[in-house]
Structures are given as C-alpha cells and as structure tokens.
C-alpha cells in the first residue's frame, strides 16, 4: 500500500486527500531485471563527476550550469524569463522579463547556493535544511506572502482552481509535519536500496506530501541533487532533471499518480534512471563543448600581436560569467578602464562578444555563443 485517503469536506464538496505511506515502500521493490538501467545511470553519473573534477575551472561550469537548471526548473511552474533575463538580472538587476519571473529564477539559485553552503559545513540533509532552502526560495516575488521557510497550515492542491476539481490533493496540513519526519528519517538511514533509486523515491515523497503552500516543484527537484550529493555519489550537485521532466511533462504526472494508486514505484524507477543517464551524459557533453569553445577563442586571442595578455584577462572574465559592462570588468580585472574599454572593443571585432541593446552609457557585452550552448535544450 503507498497510502491512505482522508475524505475533506470543502464547502458543498467532497475531496479525497492523499496521505502517503511511509518509505520504502512495502512490498520491497523488484528492481533486478532494472539493474542493467541502474548500472548504466551509476556509469553517466560517474563521467560527469569526473568531468567536473577535470575541468581546469569546475566552478565556472557549476555557475553556469546552475543558472540554466533555475531558468528550466521555474519555467516548469509558468516564469517567462530566459537565461539571458537571469544573467542582465544578476549584473545590475535589468531584465526585459517579467520582473517577478526573473526574481523567482534568482531566488532559485540562491536557495540552491544556501544548501550547498550548507552541507559543505557538515549541515545534514534534514527538514530544517529545506526549510532554510525555501524561506531564500520565497523569499521575494510572487510566493512572498505564502509562508516562506515553513510547513503548510492550510490544504493546497495540484491543478485545477479548488480542490474539488484538483488533479491532485496532498495530505490535510495536520498530517504534514509527520510525513516530513518520516521522510527525513528514510534520507538520513541506511537503506538498502542505491542511492539513485532511494532519490527517486524521496522525490515522489516530497511531491506527494507537498509540505509548503508554494515552491514544492523546485524544491522537490532541487532535493534530487542534493541527495546524490549528501550520498557522496556526485563531489558537486551537478545533476539537475528540470530540462528532462519539462521535456516529459505528461509521462511524469501519470507516473507519479500511477505511484499513488496503484503502487506502481517500478515503472517510475526506470523513467527516473533514464532521465539520469541522459542528463549525465548531456551535461558532459555541454561541458566538452564549453571547453572547446573557450580553447577556439583562447587561440584566436594569442595570435593577436598586441595585447593578448590583457584581451586573456578580459575574456577569461567573461568565460566565468557571460555578460559584462566595462565598469565590472574594470573591478574584476585590475585593469584600467581604457584598457578594458579597447579589449571589449577588438572582443567585439573578433565576433567573440556582442553588444547588448542599445544603451549609451554603461553598455553590456555577452559571449554569445557561451549562452547559446547553455540555451540548447
């Protein structure tokens, strides 16, 4: 059984409401003839951890990579805002978007920054650390009002405009806190199912208990990464399925119900490693990418005759965060301003940075071609 209903009486309605059973599931799963699945996930999991240790910079791809999982992530929840609106926002808080899509976006890679601080400081994968991640993840825009950093004390449904007529009605708000007691207790004991699996069912336990009134989609993707991460199967948490569950949005939601009805934990496991393998082996793929093109442009830099050692200190500045203005620069750098001024320009001239908009003053150049690769889906 992977749960019981409570009948709710809202208005002239009547509503069942999910209560989940506590992990693992009972029976225990029948995952054998999935091994081959698992095996294969563990393996594209272990090249990207590979990958990212490698790279002479893994924190510039972790930046970058971050930015385009909290574009993908939100744009699942209906933000408008791009990779692009996200970076002008970090800059100097401009956009073209909405301005609550891309403060939402913001937010959600501070509230991801937050919980790798965290553990890093040896902060355990519990409650109070998602809590934490929430209150920066609501901390301002459109989920300002909707109890940030706390568990829900109202009932909240999924889909439609009241719970009798939602696709999906969480536990009542009295049943909350016990859920996410015995859920933390599922992630913080030895289990003896892997790491990859044991993820993939705390992921349907989140979405299913729903604890907060807003931003249980993010947060429950977010607690995918941090998982593999707490579990030591990834040095860094660089795996991110927001772009994979978008692009399988139908099949996710009837997984996730085929789970609460019928018990059905098998059919999601093998979605859920799919998605794994293919995200690891994108990811690798994309930072390939990224290092040839910074290598591309670092060779067509040097064979300048002048001024190549300071035109690699500018662009090395945009290689670890694709959009500029020379006054940033200038602080980045050491630089002086007119130094920076005709390295952006002759940048420019090698079609390696573009002008941005048409401002006059404090004008913002990107690497373009740096965002394009992140932008590919």
């Known amino acids: 059984m992977t749960g019981t209903y409570e009948i709710l009486k809202t208005g002239k309605e009547t509503v069942k409401a999910f209560i989940p059973a506590p992990l693992p599931p009972e029976p225990p799963l029948a995952l054998l003839q999935h091994q081959h699945l698992l095996e294969r996930a563990t393996l594209a999991l272990g090249r990207l951890d590979s990958v990212a240790l ?6 510039v791809f972790l930046y970058a990579y971050v930015r385009r999982e909290a574009v993908y992530s939100s744009q699942i929840e209906g933000t408008q805002s791009s990779l692009s609106d996200l970076l002008l926002f970090e800059l100097e808080g401009l956009s073209g978007a909405l301005f ?40 301002s825009g459109r989920g300002e009002h909707k109890s940030p950093g706390q568990f829900r004390r109202s009932q909240n449904w999924i889909g439609g405009t009241r719970p ?17 007691a015995d859920l933390e207790r599922f992630l913080n004991e030895d289990s003896s199912y892997p790491v990859l699996v044991k993820a993939a069912l705390a992921h349907v336990q989140f979405e299913s208990i729903h604890p907060f009134l807003d931003g249980n989609g993010r947060l429950g993707r977010l607690l995918i990464a941090f998982i593999l991460h707490h579990e030591q199967l990834l040095s860094r948490p660089l795996l991110y399925l927001s772009l994979y569950f978008k692009q399988h949005k139908a099949r996710y939601y009837e997984l996730l119900n085929q789970v609460r009805e019928r018990g059905e934990w098998e059919n999601w ?19 390939g990418r990224l290092l040839e093109l910074f290598e591309e442009d670092r060779k067509r830099i040097r064979a300048e005759k002048y001024g190549s050692s300071s035109l690699l200190h500018i662009f090395n500045s945009f290689c670890k965060r694709p959009v500029g203005t020379a006054s940033e620069l200038v602080k980045s750098t050491g630089l002086s301003f007119p130094t920076v001024s005709k390295g952006i320009k002759k940048l420019c001239d090698l079609g390696i940075l573009r002008e941005e908009g048409a401002r006059k003053r404090n004008k913002i150049f990107a690497y373009q071609r740096y965002i394009s690769i992140l932008n590919e889906e």
């Open 100 to 139: 609550d899509d891309v403060e939402e976006v913001s937010n959600y890679v501070g509230a991801l920054n937050h919980g790798v601080r965290r553990l890093k400081e040896g902060f355990p994968l519990c409650n109070r650390l998602l809590r934490e991640m929430h209150e920066i993840l609501l901390r």
């Open 269 to 287: 496991v093998v979605f859920f490693l799919e998605g794994v393998q293919r995200t690891a082996e994108d990811a690798v793929q994309m930072a």
């Open 54 to 59: 490698l790279l002479p910079e893994p924190d």
């Open 164 to 180: 009798g007529n939602a696709y999906f009605v969480p536990p009542p708000p009295q049943y909350v806190e016990q859920c996410m």
